[in-house]
């Protein structure tokens, strides 16, 4: 009789089937589990339809691509430059074709600045614009544009610099706030702002650089007279209210001291009226102690001695 070994490996339909199910397992446990970071935000979505926000932490979703997560940074600070490009090593490429700008004034002038920004609406950013950034840039460049359109050049490149930084602020988030773009601009900071640079145009920008210069001296005395003013009057008006109050105390002091003398000299004319002699001799006895308090050494003699002769300790001091 001849012995025949079973055939290793033959696939069955029960392995098959287990070996199917294995894998759907494991695909269900990869595209059920997600982790979303400290920093970020999960939109969840079921069949490309909203249905809420996960937070951070280890969290679960349907598998097979039903349940959908759109991972978004929201405590990152992020920034975009207009005017420039920043690369490695802190050096720059500039960018003139959206920084060059017509002033009130019909001047032209090259304008650089950036808007950092943070994101606080995930849902919103996820879903209610497509073009993000580029809508995110385009707005910033017209605010810019129209504010600075609004002034004179020599206003721009002086004093309505912050007013711009402010203005601009406030224009680009309530444009976002309008778009339901779900970000919220926290800076917007003027880099640079000069005349467009050329061969024929150097002379003119040095001089639009001395203008400058003068004009941030001219900031910067004005802030230190008013740093030195807010300084010295406070100290002044401390210095006038104390002497104030040293004379009020000073007039109370006077006003005290008279009040006692008279009391007292109704109170010694009262005695002196009941005892004129007895209070006339005390009185006498209190000028002379009065007097003679400070001294000492002092020897009195009778002026009616005539035929003595005081002899003192001719020795002392």
Do not use: C
């Amino acid at each position: 009789m001849k012995f025949t070994p079973p055939e290793m490996g033959k696939l069955t339909p029960k392995n098959v089937i287990l070996i199917a199910a294995g894998i759907l397992l494991l695909i269900a446990l990869g595209t059920s589990v997600f982790i979303v970071d400290q920093a970020e935000r999960a939109v969840i979505t079921r069949f490309g339809r909203y249905i809420g926000i996960r937070g951070p932490g280890l969290n679960f979703r349907l598998p097979f691509g039903i349940d959908r997560n759109y991972t978004v940074n929201t405590r990152q600070v992020q920034q975009e430059e207009f005017g420039f490009r920043s690369l490695r090593g802190g050096t720059y490429i500039p960018e003139r074709g959206e920084s060059i700008m017509l002033t009130g004034d019909l001047n032209i002038v090259d304008v650089t600045w950036i808007i950092q920004y943070r994101i606080e609406d995930p849902r919103a950013w996820v879903f209610n614009v497509r073009e993000r950034r580029e809508t995110i840039r385009d707005v910033s460049r017209s605010v810019i544009n129209m504010l600075v359109g609004d002034r004179a050049i020599m206003d721009i490149m002086g004093r309505e610099r912050s007013a711009i930084e402010y203005e601009a602020l406030i224009l680009m988030n309530e444009t976002f706030r309008l778009y339901g773009l779900g970000i919220n601009v926290i800076t917007v900071e003027l880099q640079n702002i000069t005349p467009p640079v050329g061969d024929r145009d150097l002379p003119v920008m040095q001089a639009f650089e001395d203008v400058n210069r003068a004009m941030q001296d001219r900031e910067r005395l004005i802030n230190e007279g008013l740093q030195a003013f807010n300084e010295e009057i406070p100290r002044a008006r401390g210095e006038a209210q104390r002497m104030v109050e040293i004379a009020k105390g000073y007039a109370v002091e006077r006003i005290n001291m008279a009040h006692g003398g008279a009391n007292r000299f109704l109170a010694v004319l009262e005695e002196y009226r009941r005892a004129p002699e007895v209070t006339r001799q005390r009185l006498y006895y209190e000028m002379i102690e009065e007097v003679f308090r400070s001294e000492e050494g002092m020897i009195l003699l009778d002026r009616n001695l005539q035929n003595f002769l005081p002899l003192l300790n001719m020795g002392g001091r």
